[in-house]
């Protein structure tokens, strides 16, 4: 019987195969529409949305902005996941933002599998404080 880990390494693996670049796939920053004006980041392909990241900028004891953002919602469609698009939307607002992301604690199985990824190019260390 696999691991848990072994099976999340497994699905990282095999999602490290797709290019999305080359697949057609176009990753920026957009204003939401439908609460405000609130940049998130926008996967498409052919013009139509595939995949959505919005951040929470976080605060903190003093009122200040803290040093990282958070992940409020990820949403990639099931037919276009597995091609990178995560990590390079994650990038991409790392690079907007101009701070780190400091992982949820509460994590679906794809979220595990994102975050377990060896050399991982985004993200703040699991145990980091911010």
Do not use: C
């Not at 848990?4 to 176009?26: C, H, M, P």
């Not at 498409?44 to 009122?63: D, P």
């Not at 994650?90 to 780190?100: F, L, N, P, R």
């Amino acid at each position: 019987m696999k691991s848990l880990l072994r099976i999340l390494q497994e699905a990282v693996d095999e999602g490290q195969a797709g290019d999305w670049r080359k697949e057609g796939y176009t990753i920026g920053i957009e204003k939401e529409d439908y609460y405000g004006a609130k940049d998130e980041v926008v996967a498409r392909l052919n013009g139509q949305v595939v995949g959505r990241l919005q951040i929470n900028l976080e605060y903190e004891n003093n009122g200040k902005l803290a040093n990282y953002i958070t992940v409020s919602l990820i949403k990639i469609d099931r037919e276009h996941r597995r091609k990178g698009l995560a990590t390079a939307m994650y990038q991409a607002a790392e690079q907007h933002w101009g701070k780190k992301i400091k992982a949820s604690g509460y994590r679906m199985p794809d979220g595990h599998a994102l975050w377990a990824q060896p050399n991982r190019p985004f993200g703040l260390p699991d145990n980091a404080k911010g």
